[in-house]
């Protein structure tokens, strides 16, 4: 019982620390961001709407080549 209860009197506090640790580190780096940080958003969502244009074109295709092989009457 005694190891579980140094274990705990050590864990919680090395807990408490490292948790007060990284909100203070969030806090201090988390009001000015970075010019790289826009760059690299503004890159990944150019790539989601090209994403989002080509699943679209695809999802165009798709219909017509279902309408085609599949027409109206025969979906009911």
Request: charged share 35%; hydrophobic share 40%.
């Amino acid at each position: 019982m005694l190891p579980v209860i140094i274990f705990v009197a050590v864990a919680i506090p090395l807990l408490l620390i490292a948790f007060v640790g990284i909100r203070r580190r969030s806090a201090a780096g988390g009001d000015e961001p970075s010019a790289r940080d826009e760059a690299s958003v503004a890159a990944e969502r150019e790539e989601e709407e090209e994403e989002f244009e080509r699943a679209e074109e695809y999802q165009a295709e798709w219909r017509e080549e279902q309408h085609r092989e599949h027409p109206d009457d025969s979906l009911y």
